[in-house]
C-alpha cells in the first residue's frame, strides 16, 4: 500500500545525514557530484593519509565539517599550510561533539554556485555570485550577490537535476548547490 505524500518529506534526510550521508545519497541515486571521500574523524585521515602516502585529491581540494552548513566549516585546501588549518580547525569541532568531516574534489567555478530549491512541486533558482573576486566560497552568509537571471540554459539544467533528485527519491524540500566548472562551461 502506497503511502500518502507529506510535505516536508524528510526519510532521506533522516537516512542520509549531513555532508557524508548527502555522498551517499548522491553515490546511491547516481547523481552528479565532485570525487568525495568521507572520514570518521581526522585520526581517520590521517592514518590513511600516513598509511597511502599521498592525499586523497590532488592540491586544490574542499574539506567540509559533516554537520555545518550555509559555508560554515568549509576550507579549501591548497597547500600543507591551510591542510593543517583545516584539520586543526575540525579538530575543534571533534572536541566539541561535531565528528566527521567530507574531502572533495575542487571544481574551479570562479566561486559562482547556482542553488536550485525545492519546495513540494515548486522550484526556485538562483546564482550565487562572490561579492569579492578574490572568494573562493561563495554563500549568502559571507554576503554573496544573487542573481537570478544569468545563464537561464544552465539554471533548467539545475532544476532539472533536482526535479530528478526528487522523483529518484521523494524529496520534496531541498535546496540543492551546483558547482559548475568553469572549464565545461567553456566548452
Known sequence: KRQPPVFPFYDMR?????????SLLFERYDLPHPHTRRWDSVAHFRAVQENRGALPHGLPFMAKQDQEHE???????????????ALEA??????SGLEGFIT????????????VVLMGERMVDYWKRPADPSQVIT???????????????????????TRSLGHKTGI?????????SL???SE
Not at 585546501?77 to 588549518?85: F, H, N, P, Q
Not at 552568509?141 to 537535476?161: F, N, Q
Open 14 to 22: 533522516f537516512r542520509y545525514p549531513g555532508k557524508r550521508g548527502q
Open 71 to 85: 559555508g560554515r566549516g568549509v576550507f579549501f585546501v591548497e597547500d600543507g599550510r591551510s591542510l593543517e588549518a
Open 90 to 95: 575540525l579538530e575543534r569541532k571533534e572536541r
Open 104 to 115: 572533495q574534489e575542487y571544481v574551479p567555478t570562479g566561486a559562482e554556485v547556482l542553488r
Open 139 to 161: 554563500t549568502v552568509g559571507r554576503g554573496a550577490v544573487i542573481d537570478h537571471e544569468g545563464s537561464p540554459e544552465l539554471r533548467e539544467k539545475g532544476r532539472t537535476l
Open 172 to 180: 520534496n524540500l531541498a535546496a540543492m548547490d551546483f558547482v559548475l
Open 183 to 185: 572549464i565545461h562551461i
